[in-house]
């Protein structure tokens, strides 16, 4: 990559250099233009001279932004030790210069672990840095990444993965972009924990913004993703995160949940090293979602989002964002979850505790009971069985909920059944018979 880059501005400043020639040899020439051209062909070697050396000023600040990271024979970044291990921060990044609002919010949440005391600064920073791996040649996004050089660290993907070009039939060139997303984050992952040997990763689009306890929220729950074998992950987000969806006076709230929600999400260095052999060649993450990646594992959720996107414009243009993904809100404060008993996440005591919130909640029989109870006054839960014609995509339609199936588990449910609120009750959806897959 550093050796192209200069080949660039090598042949920039060449052609350049070319036509300044050319243009005085007619200049001086017997048949040259009058006085008042050569006047004007003055004033146009003045500008050429000009427009060369800005776009050679442009070129070296974005080389010597690209050096120390496309230099593949430097020494790998030393790894932190197991007591006090770093998270790096990954953001992915393609064609977005309005990176700087997801940039600017994690920033924000690293900030915020230094003024609650979580620990000094200079250790705050060395153990979440922030690396922004950008997948594509797009000019503006990395002048706007490069406005944040002395916060991330950029990695500026090969040429084979900004110029993949997956070979597909006419008729599905259009998935294109999913192959390149995968490809990229393939390579960044494999830059993360095969070159600079993170013990875990915090992955981030490049269009979420997150919550001021986003950091805070993974510092607790990455213990438990070290000593619970059936964890596959811990993700900021939750797909029914829709205001009136969630209980909002319990930010505090976690839930465990069988299907991969993404957009912010936290992975161990051993799962990588699974994931790796197989990585799929385009859309990665129903492909997590799938039996055989995910193994019965489950990942962590909160009650209230941690995150949000703004990406209306991408890849799978806008697919759920003005129907739902734009109502998604995160949580504004901040909760200590660092300082929070977790031990309730616990497989076996979640399980008996959830089992014994559905015995004790009411059960209706029907969207038009559920609708007349929750108006009643009260606070006991409920519980809706979806079959026949109470079938998902009814409950889909009347609660406002996302009700994909991917691998056939719905989004955000956990054995089966769906939490969510509905007119300030907790409501359980079973759309599926429990089980301990």
């Not at 922004?132 to 950029?154: E, F, W």
């Not at 008729?171 to 993170?198: C, D, P, S």
Request: with cysteine.
């Amino acid at each position: 990559m550093r050796r192209s880059c200069r080949i660039f501005i090598f042949a920039v400043f060449a052609s350049h250099l070319a036509l300044l020639l050319f243009l005085f040899s007619r200049a001086g020439s017997p048949s040259a233009a009058t006085f008042p051209e050569q006047h004007l062909l003055s004033n146009s070697f003045s500008h050429l001279t000009s427009h060369l050396e800005l776009e050679l000023q442009q070129q070296k600040r974005i080389l010597d932004m690209l050096r120390p990271i496309t230099n593949r024979t430097s020494k790998p970044r030393q790894k932190f030790p197991r007591a006090d291990a770093g998270v790096a921060i990954l953001v992915v990044a393609c064609d977005r210069p309005s990176i700087s609002r997801c940039l600017d919010s994690l920033l924000h949440s690293r900030q915020e672990l230094v003024a609650r005391g979580r620990d000094s600064e200079s250790r705050i920073l060395s153990r979440f840095p922030i690396f922004v791996s950008l997948g594509c040649n797009n000019r503006p996004t990395a002048q706007m990444i490069i406005r944040y050089k002395d916060k991330v660290t950029l990695l500026q993907a090969p040429e084979e993965v900004t110029q993949f070009e997956p070979k597909l039939p006419p008729t599905q060139k259009k998935l294109t972009g999913y192959y390149r997303i995968a490809t990229h984050y393939k390579w960044a992952l494999q830059q993360i924990f095969n070159v600079m040997e993170y013990e875990a990763a915090v992955v981030v689009e490049d269009d979420l913004e997150v919550s001021p306890d986003f950091l805070e929220y993974f510092l607790a729950t990455l213990p438990l993703l070290s000593t619970d074998s059936s964890l596959l992950c811990a993700s900021a987000w939750s797909d029914n995160g829709r205001p009136e969806l969630v209980e909002v006076s319990r930010p505090d709230l976690l839930h465990r949940t069988d299907f991969f929600p993404g957009l912010g999400w936290l992975l161990r260095q051993e799962l990588w090293q699974e994931l790796e052999p197989v990585w799929p060649k385009a859309f990665w993450d129903d492909w997590l979602r799938e039996p055989a990646q995910r193994k019965g594992r489950q990942c962590l959720r909160p009650e209230v989002p941690r995150s949000e996107t703004f990406g209306r414009s991408g890849v799978s243009q806008g697919q759920f964002f003005d129907r739902h993904l734009r109502y998604v809100r995160r949580w504004r404060g901040y909760v200590s979850f660092s300082t929070l008993a977790l031990d309730y996440l616990e497989p076996k005591r979640y399980a008996q505790e959830m089992e014994q919130r559905l015995m004790a909640a009411k059960e209706v029989s029907s969207l038009s009971e559920l609708e007349t109870v929750a108006q009643q006054d009260g606070n006991e839960e409920l519980v809706l069985r979806l079959s026949g014609q109470n079938n998902l995509a009814g409950a889909v339609r009347a609660l406002g909920i996302m009700g994909d199936l991917k691998a056939n588990i719905a989004r955000n449910s956990y054995r089966g059944l769906i939490p969510l609120m509905y007119r300030g009750r907790r409501l359980y959806l079973i759309y599926q018979k429990p089980s301990d897959s």
